[in-house]
């Protein structure tokens, strides 16, 4: 089965700009997630939507960021305006249920870069 | 918030000696899962603990769950060039919508 797809691969942007991030999870799977990956760090949860729900936004900066999942299926993420420290790797994870921890497939991430 | 305590930061080994790295959490977690991840990638799963005491293996990889649900530990044993990555921990708590949350990571180095 095709994994679940991000694009773009990579982006560098002065801050204060903006930038989208796309995800593409794997078919079927209803629960996606946005993962934050500082360099040197874990993976952080930023968002968790159920279909087209959001489940779980509690780390979100929403002051800055926001995420979108229409239809229920591919999912955008944005950050505006960007800081220094939302330098990272994005990650888009999707699982067929919410308990299936086992189950996530992740994808390969953006690495976002800001200037 | 919980916090994941991953030990250590990075090892450096050779090619065939055996590998241990352990979590530990300052709260109860009811999924344990180690995963790797290589650079440019996203993370893969390796093994996913379900019971408190279980031990499950995958290959050349073993695992635990501690028996206090907060901690555990991952073996690779007659380690190989290709072992070399970023192995996480995470644990998944099934009262907060199932979220992962990962521990700083050991990065581990294989000498041939």
């Known amino acids: 089965e095709a994994g679940v797809a991000q694009s773009p691969r990579y982006k560098i942007i002065e801050k204060r700009q903006s930038v989208a991030f796309w995800c593409n999870p794997i078919?079927?799977?209803?629960?996606l997630y946005w993962y934050q990956q500082i360099l040197g760090q874990g993976p952080k949860l930023l968002i968790q939507f159920q279909n087209n729900g959001v489940v779980d936004d509690s780390q979100l900066p929403k002051d800055r960021f926001s995420a979108e999942r229409l239809k229920g299926v591919d999912s955008t993420l944005k950050i505006q305006p960007a800081k220094l420290e939302d330098s990272a790797v994005y990650l888009c994870?999707?699982?067929?249920?919410?308990?299936?921890?086992?189950?996530?497939?992740f994808g390969s991430g953006t690495r976002l870069t800001v200037v | 918030g919980q916090q994941l305590n991953q030990s250590p930061q990075s090892m450096f080994i050779q090619e065939g000696e055996d590998v241990s790295m352990n979590c530990t959490s300052s709260s109860i977690f009811n999924t344990w899962l180690w995963y790797k991840q290589d650079p440019g990638e996203g993370p893969v799963l390796l093994i996913a603990l379900y019971k408190a005491g279980e031990l499950t293996s995958n290959g050349r990889l073993t695992a635990q769950f501690g028996t206090t649900r907060k901690d555990s530990f991952l073996n690779i044993s007659a380690s190989i060039p290709s072992d070399v990555g970023i192995y996480f921990c995470?644990?998944?708590?099934?009262?907060?919508?199932?979220?992962?949350?990962f521990g700083k990571g050991t990065l581990l180095t294989v000498n041939p």
């Open positions: 078919s079927g799977h209803a629960t």
């Open positions: 995470a644990g998944q708590d099934g009262g907060s919508n199932y979220k992962l949350t």
């Open positions: 994870a999707s699982s067929l249920e919410t308990a299936s921890g086992g189950g996530y497939t």
